[in-house]
């Protein structure tokens, strides 16, 4: 077992409440499952569509807010884009896993759900293979695998960029000044203008994929600026230790969404895929196949492309279904090899590996603090998780294994287990790690994006005006949808104790 | 009345069999809204979901090649995206409108039924309304208003553009020499490439936003340059006499979808959204609220953001999916201006309006051939579709008569009528004229767009070859399709044939 400090397991390193292997019944308790007695009209005051971790933050602050609530969600499972799953007596996050500085309601939350963190291992070299081929590079900082112009170019591109994205404001990025010209063109266009060496070109390509599992070449400007701004800069999306990066739970994800959920009981109802929101003067009538319920409002918290596969009556404004139907989610199959140790860290690797034009641009080290066993955790993103979703799973693991034997050695061939997510294929999710703006569509419809239908309320973290495609945006944006609702209804109050008055 | 020949009534001016007045009334006859009697399930060999061209196309070759099919349709009338209304003793289509050279199945089509097709009237000059104000210019020919060197940019930006799109193979724009490259950039970004004059660019602009409702910063070049090339060039596209634009259909057009359909008869039921394709082993249940219905195959017409939102069990390919998130609909609001006469003539006006940076970009004659009354016809597109799908149609129709007025004079201002329709709003449409493809979709996902899911076929002008986004291209879609399924049940049928010998 290695020495290395970040490796130590934390003071709680018990993951959530018992044994990992058990979560999975926990999260579809038989009493969750069941439909409205008797396939009546139950009736509530909000129905929240969806239990990632933005609908249980609207439901608990709804709760707390003094309104009832109802969270109907597609799978049998809780946590949305965050999915845990047990393997070899250690956890394995096929979503969501990391939370990092800046990220500060999904830090109090695993805090005050004592849920625990670990810092993600990056102690030892990391490897580069040299696009073009050649032979693997071993750093001890990936600066140190670049030209000395690579990296300045890069660091001048990424401060350029950064002045770009303090332009947008994070609640409404249309109104950023030169939205339209921003808005006009991708992100590679402008990196493009920018001149920069190739190498930093290069590399910036690979972050922009690993941030957004979409090519530059797909994303508004204004889109980029405004996610990243959204996170507090590139440095913060981009980095390990000081970013998005930094932090695991011991546990994974997903139990701490159940843990979340608790409170809720069985205000939420799993296997209840929501087909039709019917809206008259009195409420919401939230049609499944499962039955139907009645509320006062509806939070809608799916990534917007599958909110608009719900059928509303009257229908949407053209201008809000436009927006959905430009807000495509990025595309990513995430993996994690499975070895009976971490065995990179005895030959003083981090298990890190950046393969600018490899299938599987980058890796990192997955294991679990008790390094029982030793995990390489990394991802097809963009147009390679297109071309790797027409393969199976085992023929991904091919291509997997290939990158890390000639990454770290052939030893890495030498994997007892090998599994992955593609996320397009989920079919209440349909794509990660969110979704992202081609050209034009922030300047044209982004006013809609938030803006509730009546009594439709839209959140999720694809609404989020701080981390949006986090957990935090998440949270974020399930925060303010409960305090848009709040106030909506003691607007709505009002009058009528003034009345009896 | 005008002497102008291209206006005269062809021989058989009579719009489709008795008066322009009834056929919103024989669009849905009663027998058509019935739902299988006893809310059963009925069984046909295809179904086809959607009753516009393509749809209208695929059922009757289906039927020519011996399958028995029912075409179920949201709305409740036929025709799709061509809608054809009547007012003011004539008839406006809201919808597409025009047919051209090259678009020889809609021609033919056309003809077998016997509705008769009038040149548009084009007689008179053209109003330009100068980028950046200044007084309108009066000209024989567009041409007549660009300086020189813009003139002479933009017809080599034109040729270069053409032989871009001579690149693409129609049937697999992914496959064209270069696609990557073809697919990372904008429309934009190439234009900008070759740097054109300003003038010159403008116009191309002009010309992008009325082919596509959409800017070319929102195209990728690859879809930009498949939609051309599927069209026959660019002259194809943006040019009346000779183009897309030449010729219109007395009576309108979705008059031709009827007649089209009157074979068909019973087999053709109207107001039947449907909710959900259930394939297994021996067919596809295909449900709505009105119904269930059992085939062997499916036939899906829809644009394919409004595909996706049906409940597919089981869910579509990842790849697919993810297609049809990125297959975003134009943004177009389509109107027509009523005068008692089209008296722009007297004035020797043609009633073509270019205006590049006003809210209504160009504007045509759209008098029908007996000159009472006067009609203009003109779009906001892209986004000022948008934008204006915000203001009531009261309000575009000041935003459309200001435009008018400054291009034509004064009594411009005199309408008797105004009319337009957002297709962003209509719920079985959701934007015209058709779908574009933003940067990095085509190559990624583009094998998917024709490729059948099991029993379930895709057609719809978008699936095109030829004329991808017109009624051309439908009528092609669904003749494709049908050989597709022809040619899959004879495969299916002829091993049972052998084992009997």
């Given at each position: ?20 292997h ?6 579809q308790?038989?009493?969750q ?23 249980l ?65 990056t ?27 690579d ?32 808005d ?87 296997c209840v ?23 006062r409002?509806?939070?809608?918290t ?40 971490p ?9 890190t ?6 299938a ?70 349909r ?6 703006l081609?050209p034009g569509?922030?300047t ?12 439709i309320?839209?959140?999720?973290t ?5 981390w ?6 998440a ?6 949808v ?20």
């Amino acid at each position: 077992m290695s020495s290395d400090p970040t490796l130590t397991p934390p003071e709680r390193a018990e993951p959530v409440e018992t044994d990992p292997h058990t979560w999975e019944h926990r999260s579809q308790p038989d009493d969750q499952r069941n439909p409205p007695a008797g396939g009546g009209v139950e009736s509530t005051d909000v129905v929240v569509v969806g239990a990632g971790f933005a609908g249980l933050q609207a439901a608990t602050s709804l709760l707390e807010g003094g309104l009832e609530v109802t969270v109907l969600e597609a799978r049998d499972r809780l946590g949305g884009r965050t999915h845990t799953r047990t393997l070899h007596d250690t956890w394995v996050d096929l979503g969501g896993q990391w939370i990092g500085p800046g990220q500060d309601r999904a830090a109090d939350l695993a805090r005050r759900l004592e849920v625990a963190t670990y810092p993600q291992p990056t102690t030892g070299d990391d490897v580069v293979l040299p696009a073009g081929g050649g032979a693997p590079l071993r750093v001890a900082d990936l600066a140190d695998a670049m030209e000395h112009s690579d990296l300045v170019g890069y660091l001048n591109l990424v401060s350029a960029f950064d002045v770009v994205c303090a332009r947008v404001p994070l609640d409404a990025p249309w109104e950023a000044p030169g939205a339209g010209e921003l808005d006009a063109q991708t992100l590679a266009e402008w990196v493009r203008d920018q001149d920069p060496p190739a190498g930093a070109a290069l590399l910036f390509e690979v972050g922009v994929q690993a941030v957004f599992a979409a090519a530059s070449s797909q994303l508004s400007l204004l889109h980029a600026a405004f996610y990243t701004a959204a996170a507090g800069g590139w440095s913060r999306l981009t980095d390990t230790e000081g970013g998005a990066q930094q932090d695991r739970l011991v546990g994974g994800v997903q139990p701490l969404a159940e843990r979340f959920a608790e409170p809720l009981g069985d205000r939420i109802r799993l296997c209840v895929p929501v087909r039709r929101l019917i809206t008259d003067k009195e409420g919401v009538v939230v049609e499944a196949d499962e039955g139907s319920w009645l509320a006062r409002r509806v939070v809608v918290t799916l990534p917007p492309t599958l909110a608009a596969r719900i059928d509303y009556d009257p229908p949407l404004p053209g201008g809000r279904d436009q927006l959905t139907q430009r807000m495509p989610q990025g595309s990513v199959i995430k993996f994690h090899v499975v070895y009976p140790t971490p065995w990179w860290r005895e030959r003083g690797l981090s298990g890190t590996v950046l393969a600018p034009d490899r299938a599987v641009g980058v890796t990192f080290d997955g294991t679990p603090p008790t390094a029982r066993p030793g995990i390489i955790t990394g991802f097809f993103e963009g147009a390679h998780a297109a071309e790797a979703a027409r393969r199976t799973s085992d023929e991904r693991r091919q291509v997997v294994l290939d990158v890390l034997v000639d990454a770290l050695g052939p030893d890495a061939r030498e994997a007892i287990d090998y599994i992955d997510l593609d996320w397009s294929e989920e079919p209440f999710t349909r794509g990660c790690y969110g979704a992202h703006l081609p050209p034009g569509a922030w300047t044209a419809h982004g006013t809609a994006l938030r803006q509730p239908v009546g009594r439709i309320h839209w959140a999720g973290t694809e609404t989020a005006r701080a981390w949006a495609g986090y957990i935090e945006g998440a949270l974020e944006s399930g925060e303010r949808v409960a305090e848009e609702i709040l106030a909506a209804e003691r607007k709505h109050r009002r009058p009528r104790g003034d009345q009896r008055v």
